[in-house]
């Protein structure tokens, strides 16, 4: 997940739908214009809050204040240890450069700029909680998670640290990148050996830059014995790369360290109610209404209970169970479920009272939904 001022990070904001693309700062120019923000950001003037001026403050209350001026900060919170994990990992290969982390409106680390930044609402639990309403999950929400994605931001970090993609041996490893926009789409192959499979959606196939950063990852993952996990795979020889280019780094310091202004990367001088509506756009989708005559079909019964109270009682266990198999966001198949309802109440649907195969037969048409949308389609970018 990396990101200039026009380029994404990670992969973590995808949409249901025939193309899947990356939010990649939700082109930051026109989000600090349209919110008046300068480079000097002066029109930020308002006090930072103590957190017990917001923490006990009702949703509503909440999202009408600036990310930017909730004081926020690192120290003495649940990831500060985690991120001093990420260090010790490091350490442990001889590798002496610890990425500065700093905190943003998502996780990224910024084009050139080897520093880490994660997302504001994992620094306190009422941010937390706002998450979970607001989108369903707290993307890295637990500790395991957490270090998933701070690997893979380090991936980022050293190779603009010591600028390892300028090497000729990692672009024929790799292939090549340079630090404009990558390309909005990509296709994935779900059973290719060429790639790691560190996070979701088969990120590493996404570009050069992702598919090193995922290596990493996995290369720098304690008690995981990746020679084993991925014997007789292609993905071996990026593994064993990236060993040895680290074992050429240890005890060297980063060549390359530009300064830079964490408030020109932060994008935090935006209302909650503004981030969040933003965010959940990214998440939504427009369906075509092909599914009309599949509904007919699984609740084709004359009588009985309405299809809709059916979906809805049954809502949580699906959208989890889809959500689990096939990587897609609780938002976007929790949304899906919504229009589903929706129709089929509009349809004047119904299902027979002890019909024992229709829990069966309604979890494989969601799980069909979302699949053809991610493998006949195309992926949106994230970050």
């Known amino acids: 997940m990396t990101r200039a001022q026009s380029r994404s990070s990670c992969s973590s904001i995808r949409v249901l739908g025939e193309e899947v693309e990356y939010s990649d700062g939700l082109r930051r120019a026109e989000v600090s214009k349209s919110e008046g923000v300068t480079e000097s950001r002066t029109v930020d003037t308002v006090r930072e809050m103590d957190v017990a001026d917001w923490a006990s403050l009702s949703d509503q209350d909440l999202l009408e204040h600036r990310i930017s001026t909730l004081g926020l ?3 003495a919170t649940a990831v500060e240890p985690l991120i001093q994990q990420l260090y010790a990992e490091l350490t442990a290969h001889g590798l002496v450069f610890h990425p500065p982390t700093h905190i ?3 996780w990224f680390v910024p084009i050139g700029i080897p520093a880490i930044f994660v997302p504001f609402f994992l620094v306190h639990d009422r941010l937390r909680a706002l998450e979970r309403t607001m989108m369903l999950e ?7 998670w957490f270090m998933k994605l701070m690997r893979h931001e380090a991936g980022h970090a050293y190779s603009y640290a010591y600028q390892l993609q300028r090497k000729k041996k990692w672009q024929q490893i790799f292939g090549q990148t340079s630090d404009e926009e990558t390309p909005n789409f990509y296709r994935p192959r779900p059973f290719s050996r060429s790639y790691v499979m560190h996070l979701e959606d088969w990120y590493a196939q996404s570009h050069p830059d992702e598919d090193f ?5 996995v290369w720098l ?3 995981l014995d990746w020679r084993k996990r991925y014997a007789g795979w292609r993905a071996l020889q990026k593994l064993e790369y990236v060993d040895e280019l680290m074992k050429s780094l240890t005890g060297k310091p980063p060549p390359h360290l530009p300064e830079y202004r964490v408030a020109d990367y932060d994008f935090l001088n935006v209302k909650l109610k503004t981030y969040y509506a933003r965010k959940r756009k990214l998440y939504a989708d427009t369906y075509p209404d092909f599914y009309d005559a599949d509904l007919r079909q699984l609740f084709a019964a004359p009588a009985g209970i309405k299809a809709s109270s059916y979906l809805r009682q049954r809502r949580r266990r699906l959208m989890n169970s889809v959500c689990q198999w096939t990587n897609e966001k609780k938002f976007s198949v929790n949304r899906l479920l919504t229009r589903l309802i929706e129709r089929s109440d509009q349809l ?5 009272n002890d019909d024992p195969q229709q829990d069966f037969r309604v979890s494989a048409f969601i799980t069909t939904l979302v699949m053809n949308y991610l493998f006949t389609g195309k992926f949106k970018r994230t970050k």
């Open 348 to 352: 004047g649907l119904h299902v027979h």
């Open 138 to 144: 707290v993307e890295g929400g637990t500790p395991e």
């Open 104 to 106: 943003g409106d998502e």
């Open 221 to 223: 993952t304690p008690g």
């Open 213 to 217: 950063a995922e290596t990493f990852a």
């Open 73 to 75: 900060r690192l120290e």
